[in-house]
């Protein structure tokens, strides 16, 4: 399983950034698809999440301003995020899950994560 994340880098607040990513290895339309992120000395958490259905699911510190979206025809999940802010700033990870469970508890497939920083 690969998960090739893209379109991190730096960005002035209130700026935006996408991200990409790609999954292979996996029948992509059977499974979850999530951005997570991680800043330095805390613990990773969810972002956004899109089930096989198209249902999504936001982090209440972004809600608004980032949007999750799935192309199943080419196995990519995007993140478009908008009005970031300095707190946005951190490791963002894809991931990829089959079966429940909630979103809140990280599990799956990860990619290598890509640095978004946002900063004046």
């Known amino acids: 399983v690969q998960l090739q994340a893209s379109g991190g880098g730096e960005v002035q607040p209130g700026g935006s950034l996408r991200l990409s990513c790609a999954a292979s290895?996996?029948?992509?339309?059977?499974?979850?698809m999530g951005w997570y992120r991680q800043a330095p000395g805390k613990q990773r958490e969810l972002v956004a999440g899109v089930t096989t259905g198209g249902s999504t699911t936001y982090a209440d510190s972004v809600k608004g301003r980032f949007t999750i979206s799935r192309d199943n025809a080419k196995n990519t999940v995007h993140l478009q995020m908008n009005s970031l802010k300095s707190e946005d700033t951190a490791v963002y990870y894809c991931?990829?899950?089959?079966?429940?469970?909630?979103?809140?508890?990280?599990?799956?497939?990860w990619g290598q994560g890509t640095q978004v920083t946002v900063s004046s």
């Open positions: 991931n990829a899950r089959n079966g429940g469970g909630a979103w809140s508890i990280p599990r799956g497939y």
């Open positions: 290895g996996i029948i992509f339309g059977v499974f979850h």
